[in-house]
T-cell receptor
Framework: GNSVTQMEGPVTLSEEAFLTINCTYT??????LFWYVQYPGEGLQLLLK?????DKGSNKGFEATYRKETTSFHLEKGSVQVSDSAVYFC????????FGQGTELSVKP | GAVVSQHPSWVICKSGTSVKIECRSL??????MFWYRQFPKQSLMLMAT?????????EQGVEKDKFLINHASLTLSTLTVTSAHPEDSSFYIC????????????FGPGTRLTVT
């Protein structure tokens, strides 16, 4: 069946550090892929998406590229800010959203 | 655009009572709405999928009689937790698809339910 695996957290970085959160998936075909962000006490917000292989989704300085060869959709940001502290979820659409377990990011000033 | 609201944002109820949570799509028509449950520091677990005017489809292991879902219109779905118990305490989140965009979901802010 479809599944998503994310790197375990929590991830703690200093402000302006480079961020990578790994995400790999198992699916039939080429599903749409998403990154969602959840700030403390809030629901999920769509951060970015990619609907086909080699697509790059980007938003607010975050990027992720749909790599079918490695079945990956890693999230990156060149310089994180304290305000980026949140939980990040990788997900795929396979008739319903399948979420990874989430990765907590904490950015220290 | 594409805003989903939930009401209430938090609720405390006594064991044995029922509580209703509303999910509304404010500026679009939602063909399908989804209900999730999230435990602390864990991922979202899909509970059920509801389509306007038809019965909800529940995920395996979710009690239909305990978690009643009604999707009365293209902008409103409700989740009623019946005879709530402390183990039902959780964060409940709904999401909705804009008609014609089945894979892109917009999430509500969530409802924190505490059963005492």
């Amino acid at each position: 069946g479809n599944s998503v695996t994310q790197m375990e957290g929590p991830v703690t970085l200093s402000e302006e550090a480079f961020l990578t959160i790994n995400c790999t998936y198992t699916a039939t075909g080429y599903p749409s892929l998403f990154w969602y962000v959840q700030y403390p006490g809030e629901g999920l917000q769509l951060l970015l998406k990619a609907t086909k292989a080699d697509d790059k989704g980007s938003n607010k300085g975050f990027e992720a590229t749909y790599r079918k060869e490695t079945t990956s959709f890693h999230l990156e940001k060149g310089s994180v800010q304290v305000s980026d502290s949140a939980v990040y979820f990788c997900a795929l659409w396979g008739g319903k959203l399948i979420f990874g377990q989430g990765t907590e990011l904490s950015v220290k000033p | 655009g594409a805003v989903v609201s939930q009401h209430p944002s938090w609720v405390i109820c006594k064991s044995g009572t029922s509580v209703k949570i509303e999910c509304r799509s404010l500026d679009f028509q939602a063909t399908t709405m989804f209900w999730y449950r999230q435990f602390p520091k864990q991922s979202l677990m899909l509970m059920a999928t509801s389509n306007e005017g038809s019965k909800a489809t529940y995920e395996q292991g979710v009690e239909k009689d305990k978690f009643l879902i009604n999707h009365a219109s293209l902008t409103l779905s409700t989740l009623t937790v019946t005879s709530a118990h402390p183990e039902d305490s959780s964060f409940y989140i709904c999401s909705a698809n804009e008609e014609g965009y089945s894979y892109e979901q917009y999430f509500g802010p969530g409802t924190r339910l505490t059963v005492t």
